[in-house]
C-alpha cells in the first residue's frame, strides 16, 4: 500500500514455471518427429529455464552489457571482452544441457532433443545463443579438415563451459564464431576483399596470413572462427584461433563493439585481422559452398530461436490476460481479446511445427543409417522456408503480443520487461544468415537439386483430403515448384509452401481444432495483411487458449 493508493490489478511476473512441461504444442511435435525419445532432461531443461533464477540473469546480463578491453593499462593491445556474471551463467547454462556441439556425436534423435532445448533456452535469454548456435553449427564444415577437427572436436562437445581467453590445451571447453560480412557486401560475400597469403603447411594442414576485417563480428570472445578470405584460388575459408598452438595469442584486433537494437547481452564486433594466422578448411576457392554447410545450420536456428522467442512472447500475453481485468472481466475472457490470442497461439504452434519438421531433416540426414533421399531434399527445401517464413512472422507476433500487455508491454524497467526484450530481438534471426530475400532466392536455387514437387506432395500426403483449401493451394504446388525461375515470386512462393507444410504437420500431431482453424485463417480467407485477431467468430477459441496456457 502507497500512502496515495493501492496498487491493483497489475499481473505477477511469469516465473518458475516449466517451459518445456508447459508447452503442449512443442512436445506433441517433439513426439510426432522422435517417438521414443527421453524427455526426462529437457523437463530438467525446462524448469531451469524458467525459474525466477534464470530470468534474474537474463535481466543483468541484459542491463550490464559487455564492455570492450582493447588494450591493458601499460598500453598492449588485448581485444578482451568483459561480461557480467549473469551472462556467464546463461551461456554456460545452455553448455551443460548440450546445446551446442554435443548432438554430432550422439547419434540418432540427438539434433532433435537439442532444437526442442533450444526453443526452450531461448526463452531464458535468446543473446547466449549466438555463440551457442555457431558453435553448434561449426561441425559440419570443420569436419572436411580431418586433423583440425580432431583436435578441436572433443572440446567443441564439452558442456563444461570455460569462459577463460585461454589456449585450447588448457580450456575445458570451447566456442566458435563466424566472420562473413564486410563493410562493402554481406549477402554479397563475393565483394569481400579480405585476403589470405600462403604461409606454408603443418599439422593442420595448408596455413595462410590473413590481413583484412569483418564488419559483423559477433561473439569475438569465442576460441576460434571460421572466416572467409580472397585467395589465388579464389574466395576460401579459414579456420582461425584466438590463440596459436604455441600458445602465444593470434591477432584479432576488436575495433569496437556494434551498439545494437537489442540482442544486447551478446558481442556484436567489426574486426581487423593482420597477417592473422589461419587454417585452410575445404578446398581453396570453394569458400562459399563450405562455410555455407555452417550457414545452413545457423538458419535451423534462427527458425528454432524465433519459434522460442514466439513461445515466449505468447506465454507472456496469455499470462498477463489471465490476470488483469478491464470493462469488468478478465481480459482474456474479452472476446476480441480471446480471439487475438488464439490466433497468436496457432501461429506459434505452427512455427514450432515447422522448425522442427526441419530439425527432423537434420537429424535423419545426419545419422547415416536414417538417411534417405526424401529428407535430404527435405532439409535442403525446408531450410530457406522456414527461416524465411518464421522468421518473417516473429516481428508482427511479438508487436501484436506485445499489445496484450498495454502499456506495461513497452516498458523495460532496467530489463525487467521480458516483452520488451523479445520484441527487439524479433527482427535480428531475419536479418542475420540471410535476409529474407536472401532465403527467397536460395529457394530457388533448392528447386534445382532434385525432384521437389514430387517429394512435397510426398510431405504433404498424410494431409490430403482433410480440408478443402490444403487440397487446393497444394494441388497448384508442382506447376509453380518445378523449374520456376521467378525471383520476384520467389517470397510468395516461399510463405505458401511454409503454410501448406505448416498446415499438413499440425493434421498429423495438433487436435483437429488447431488444424482446422489454422487451414480456414491461413489457407482460406483473405490474408489479414499481418494482423492477428481476425479468426472465423466460430472458431474454438476457449479450446485454441486452453491448449496454449503456459500453466
Ligand atoms: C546483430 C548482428 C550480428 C551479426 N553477426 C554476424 C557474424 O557474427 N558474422 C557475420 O559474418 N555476419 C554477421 N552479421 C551480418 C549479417 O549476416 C548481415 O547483415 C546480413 O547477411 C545482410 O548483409 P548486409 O548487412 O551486408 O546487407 P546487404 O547484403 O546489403 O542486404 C541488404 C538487403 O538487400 C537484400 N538483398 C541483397 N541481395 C539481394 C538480391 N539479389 N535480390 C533482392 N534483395 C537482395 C537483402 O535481403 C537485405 O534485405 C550480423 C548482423 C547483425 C545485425
New binding site residues.
Partial sequence: MSTTHEVLNQSTPLVDINLFDSDRGLRDALRFNAPSLDTAALSRLGAEAGSAETEQHARLANVHTPELRTHDRFGHRIDQVDFHPSYHALLGGALRHGLHGTPWSRGSGAHLERAAGFIVWTQAEPSVL?PVS?SYAVTPALRSNEPLYDAWRTRIASTQYDARFAPLAQKTAVTL?????EKQ????VRANTTRAESDGSDAWGPRVRITGH??????PMCDAFLVLAQAPGGLSCYFLPRWLPDGTPNVLRIQRL?D?LG?KANA?SEVEFERSVAWQVGEEGRGVPQILSMGAITRLDCALGTSGLMRHALALALHHCDERHAFGKRLIEQPLMKNVLADLALESEAATALALRLARAVDRTENSQDADGHEALMRRVLTPIAKFWICKRGSVFAQEAMECLGGNGYVEERGEGAMARVYREMP?NS????????MA?DLLRALRTGAVADALMHELQPARGANGALDRLAAGLPVRVDGTTD?SGARLLARDVALVVQAALLKQHAPAEVFDTFCTSRLDQAGGGGTFGLLDARAPLDALLARAMPH
Fill in positions: 549466438c555457431m564464431g563466424m566472420g562473413m560480412t557486401g554481406g549477402s554479397d569483418k564488419w559483423f563480428f559477433s561473439a556494434k545494437k540482442n556484436s535480428l536479418i542475420w544468415e540471410g535476409a529474407g530475400n536472401i532466392l525471383e
